[in-house]
Every structure is written in structure tokens, then in C-alpha cells.
């Protein structure tokens, strides 16, 4: 393993992300299920599947599924949340950039805002297609570069050090034309649609905050980043309350819109 594949490894194995699946994000696998058209029989592969938010659902929904992801201890905290809803699925431990699978092995490949982590976009975007079989769908959920995650990791960047030559920025994934130019003329288009999600999982802008300090990897290790200088530590702090405070739309408690990229398309014969 490579260092900056360790660094991958070890970043969203930081904190607590099952909970940010289940608690924040987790109706976003159900309609990545039902728009990409899973259902029984098909065989999936759900990529950069966390703990599951899709493969979980997409099992449900009569699938045989295969959940891969670069990090082992995201696939165990799957593994036990299939297992207290009696989904079978099959967890492998896989890089999105080079996929340890066979040409058109299956129906549908899927991610949900995963896929999206991986640095070098081209790589990942020709695994999904290479996997995939000749008509069968890729169906992508990203989070946008103007909507609120997007602006959240522009508010960190300040914070955070140089990325290594060749990755590029995750919310990429959420411009429609990004997308297209990975795919070039391998896929035609399904659905392409910006759409929102309501997060009303927190009571205040801080404590979004403090729980996305203590459960996101990305934003852990930004604060560990600066952990021995107070002063960005605290400038971070308000920024990102600042962020949640200019997105909610509730009344006395905090409801944010976090705009996401539904992208389905299906692989030429």
C-alpha cells in the first residue's frame, strides 16, 4: 500500500462516518436504489460503499450486491447494520481507483457520494465503466461544489494542506459537465438532476459543528491540521457555524438544504 493510499485509508477511518451514513445522510441510498432501477435478480456493485447506505437498501431491494470500499473499518460498521436488518451482502475491501473485478460483471454500479473521494477522477470514472456491462447503469450521487458540503470543504481549504499532484477537488463530481467528460461517449445520459436534501438532524449550527468534528474524517483531520495553533482552530469554528447559519432555513431549530447531483446513466452496448 502506497502512502497516499494509507492516507486515504486511515482519513475515513477517523471518527465515526456510520453515523454520518445513519443519522444525516441516510435516505440519500434509498433514491439512489430506486432511481438507478435496482431491483431483484440484478447483480450490483455499490463503490466507495461505506457502511452501506446504498448496498443496504439496494439488498432489500432483491439484489445480490457486492459493497467495496478502501476502508476496512467502514466495512465492518456495514457489515453489522446488514446484519441487524438481515441483508446479505458481500463486503470487499477495494480501491475505486482500480476495482478487483471483471469487465461488465455487473448490472448496475452505484456510488453515493464515495466514489467522489477518490483522487483521481479519470481512474475512477473508467472503473465504473469497465465493471459495468454493456447497458447496465451507473448511478452516481455527489454532493455539488455550490451546495452546502461543497462550500464546507471551500471553507476548510485555507486549513488544509496542498493535496497531492493529480487529485482532484471531490466536489467536482457534482458539476453535470464534469461528469460527462469523465463518461466521454461511454454512457448515455438517464437522469441528470440537481436536487436537495433536508438536514434537520442537528439543533444549532454548532452543533453541527462539533458533530462533524468529531464523526467526518475530512474535517477531523483538518482540525488535527492545526490542532497546536489556537487561533485557526477558532477561526475554523465560527467559519463553519457561519457556513450552517447561512443555509438554515428553519425557525428555532436548524434545517439546511444540502444540494446533491443525481447522475444515472447507462453504459453503450
Known amino acids: ?14 471518527g465515526n462516518y456510520a453515523a454520518v451514513a445513519s443519522e444525516v445522510i441516510a435516505s440519500l441510498g434509498p433514491v439512489l436504489v430506486e432511481e438507478s432501477g435496482i431491483a431483484s435478480g440484478m447483480r450490483v456493485l455499490d463503490v466507495a460503499a461505506g457502511s452501506g447506505n446504498v448496498a443496504i437498501p439496494a439488498a ?3 439484489a445480490t450486491v457486492v459493497a467495496s470500499d478502501i476502508t476496512p473499518e467502514l466495512l465492518e460498521a456495514g457489515r453489522a447494520a446488514a446484519g441487524r436488518v438481515g441483508a446479505d451482502i458481500d ?5 475505486a481507483q482500480a476495482l478487483p473485478f471483471d469487465e461488465n460483471e455487473f448490472d448496475a454500479v452505484v456510488s453515493c457520494v464515495g466514489v467522489m473521494f477518490a483522487p483521481r477522477h479519470q481512474d475512477s ?9 454493456p447497458g447496465g447503469i451507473v448511478g452516481l450521487i455527489n454532493w455539488t461544489p455550490q451546495g452546502f458540503i461543497g462550500q464546507m470543504f471551500a471553507t476548510m481549504k485555507p486549513f488544509t494542506p496542498t493535496p497531492p499532484p493529480g487529485a482532484g477537488p471531490p466536489p467536482l463530481w457534482g458539476e453535470p459537465d464534469h461528469v460527462r467528460a469523465l463518461l466521454a461517449d461511454r454512457a448515455v445520459e438517464v437522469t ?3 436536487r436537495m436534501l433536508t438536514v434537520d438532524r442537528f439543533a444549532t449550527a454548532e452543533q453541527f459543528r462539533d458533530f462533524f468534528k468529531a464523526c467526518y474524517g475530512p474535517t477531523i483531520a483538518v482540525y488535527a491540521g492545526i490542532a497546536d495553533d489556537a487561533a485557526k482552530t477558532a477561526e475554523l469554528d465560527e467559519a463553519l457555524v457561519e457556513l450552517a447559519r447561512r443555509h438554515d432555513r428553519g425557525d428555532r431549530h436548524l434545517v439546511m438544504e444540502w444540494e446533491y447531483l443525481l447522475y444515472v446513466a447507462r453504459k453503450r452496448d
Do not use: H, Y
Not at 500500500?1 to 477517523?14: D, F, K
Not at 463486503?91 to 480501491?95: H, I, N, R
Open 91 to 95: 463486503w470487499q475491501v477495494a480501491d
Open 1 to 14: 500500500m502506497n502512502t497516499e493510499t494509507a492516507q486515504r485509508v486511515s482519513l475515513w477511518a477517523l
Open 192 to 194: 441528470v438532476q440537481r
Open 60 to 62: 432489500n431491494a432483491g
Open 125 to 133: 470514472a473508467d472503473e465504473l465503466i469497465r465493471v459495468c456491462r
